[in-house]
């Protein structure tokens, strides 16, 4: 089975410091990892993707990830971060088989403090 | 460029009443979904299809039912409200590639009182 965990509910930062919000996985097969930002009311918003290659990917806003097999991560990372920033983070996962639905983690609330 | 577009965008419903959850995509996906965001709890899905005429039961079917009569519409109902249905619902739609992610509409917030 298919699941995913963010450890931590709430990440606090402040501005200009790096974040790190944190996503472990499982899945069957090679894995499909993918980030998303939630806006208040708002709908999700694709960030990045990890689906083979270069463990560490870039994306919108600044945002990269590390794909860690050997831990089964993919931690979102932002080398300074902005007030802009604050949402709400998803990490999915889907298996290369097809008839996989994406999993997604319970979210992590990112408040980046002035 | 529409995207998904759900509506309405909120609604409040007593309890027994019926209603149906509009989305449509303008982007040609084959593949849509629908998921409710409860807090803390992350999205569950609750039925998706990947195609016209074929639906399947997500995670959490129960008290819900959709159609898919064209590949634009995925329309969501919710027959006999219950409290348990207050919820933030999310349609999403994607091409048939693995590696490709979900387009989400705007979502719809239910109440039911």
């Known amino acids: 089975a298919q699941s995913v965990a963010q450890p931590e509910d709430q990440v606090n930062v402040a501005e200009g410091n790096p974040l790190t919000v944190k996503c472990t996985y499982s899945?069957?097969?090679?894995?499909?990892l993918f980030w998303y930002v939630q806006y208040p009311n708002r709908g999700l918003q694709f960030l990045l993707k990890?689906?083979?290659?270069?463990?560490l990917v870039k994306g919108s806003y600044g945002f990269e990830a590390e794909f860690n097999k050997s831990q089964t991560s993919f931690h979102l990372k932002k080398p300074s971060a902005l007030v802009s920033d604050s949402a709400l983070y998803f990490c999915?996962?889907?298996?290369?088989?097809?008839?996989?639905?994406?999993?997604f983690g319970p979210g992590t609330r990112l408040s980046v403090l002035p | 460029n529409a995207g998904v577009t759900q509506t309405p965008k909120f609604r409040i419903l007593k309890i027994g009443q019926s209603m149906t959850l509009q989305c449509a995509q303008d982007?040609?996906?084959?593949?849509m979904y629908w998921y409710r965001q409860d807090p803390g709890m992350g999205l569950k899905l609750i039925y998706y299809?990947?195609?016209?005429?074929?639906?399947d039961k997500g995670e959490v079917p129960n008290g819900y039912n959709v159609s898919r009569s064209t590949t634009e519409d995925f329309p969501l109902r919710l027959e006999l409200a219950a409290p348990s249905q207050t919820s933030v619902y999310f349609c999403?739609?994607?091409?048939?590639?693995?590696?490709?992610?979900?387009?989400f509409g705007s979502g719809t917030r239910l109440t039911v009182v």
């Open positions: 999403a739609s994607s091409r048939q590639i693995l590696g490709d992610g979900y387009t």
């Open positions: 982007m040609n996906h084959n593949y």
């Open positions: 899945v069957s097969g090679n894995p499909y």
């Open positions: 999915a996962v889907r298996g290369d088989n097809y008839g996989q639905n994406f999993v």
């Open positions: 990890y689906i083979t290659g270069d463990n």
């Open positions: 299809s990947v195609g016209a005429g074929i639906t």
